[in-house]
């Protein structure tokens, strides 16, 4: 276990966990569809995908600063806050009259394409900022819970963890949205975050978030860049791993949730509730293998997983604003297993890495690594997609098609150096 952590007990990471996977269920989760609402199309989320990852690369450079100098409760108030300012940022874009992205109710949204850039980029901004300061965060004080073999069944209650808070928050999230309640929206995230933040802060006191040369430098005196995140590799097929998974998480969060949109009629109440149907099904099924994973063959788990996932974007292709029935939630139930079975892998894989190869630093490089080949790719692919139209539902479906064939680099991941 890292000696650097601070504090370490399960109990201050899940209540930190629990406020912020609430607050995601109220409107990040809910961010493409909203915003594809308000008119912002393709292009504009892949625009909003790539400086999100800009700007989560340019936050990590002043997490590591703070980390190493200030107490860990300036790091958790932070995510807070940056939370409530990517909500606030999204309201005064959308429900703000003249704003880029406001429409009147009942009227179809109308917007140009400076319009589009300048909202889909400062949203970019605000959501790259949040995410660099939480997941970075988060995923850190996860290193701190594990000890000995058992990264699965520890993923595996983390997983089931937030499941629970997120979902909660989605329901809420949809009813609100679905409603008008955008108001209503901010006033609850501004009470839990404040709430949360006092509470979470007097816990932490002043102890440090790190300590330097124990846990967060893998060498003295030297953090971790993107030059040399980019440059970074090894024996184990990481860099090629981190290029794609950034991608795919996108894929995931806000391509695929917006196929789910379209499929319930676009709907919010509705997608909230399909969410959290799947969501148990989700828990039932970590329930039954968390505990197991650790103790099954590593590597055959590993590649079937991989297989899984890439069966489950040859499935994402059959759907589209048609489907239907039985057959819809059966495709969508094999699609949560097959997702969730490879992330409880592939998550294991990476934290039984990073405990071997320089912890938080390998994190660092990763989300490095990840965030900036983020920009690489979707900032073009928003040029492209601005300047040669294509039939959106259809590039939405086709694009899994090529997601399939990629997942592929998974393999090459391995867990000996």
Known sequence: MNPGAVPADSGYFYRFLGAHSLLIGLLPFFLPVFLWQHGLDLAGLALLIGVSGVGFVAALGSWQRLAVR???????????????????VVGLLTQVPGAPLFSKPGMAPDISM????????AIGVANGLYNAFFWTTQRTLFLQQLDGNDTGRHYGNFQIFVTLFLKAGILLGGVLLEFGGFIWLLAISAGVGVVSTTQLAMRAGNRPAMRQNAVLFRDAGEGVTLLGSLTTADRRGSRPVFIVDGLFLYLESHFWTLTLFLVVRQDYSRLGVAVVLLALVFAALFYLIK????????ERVYIAAVWLYASSWLLRFTLDSESSGASLWFALILITFCSSFFRLAFNKRFFDVARQAGSVHYLLVKSYSSQAWLGFIFIPLAALLLFIPFPQD?????????????SAIYWRYSSQG
């Open 70 to 88: 200030m107490p860990l409760r300036v790091l958790i108030s932070l995510s807070f806050v940056l939370e409530f300012g990517l909500i606030l």
């Open 394 to 406: 259809q590039f939405l479906q086709y694009l899994y098609l090529p997601a399939a064939l990629l």
């Open 114 to 121: 400076p319009e589009m850039v300048l909202a889909a980029s």
């Open 291 to 298: 505990n197991r994973i650790d103790q099954l063959p590593v």
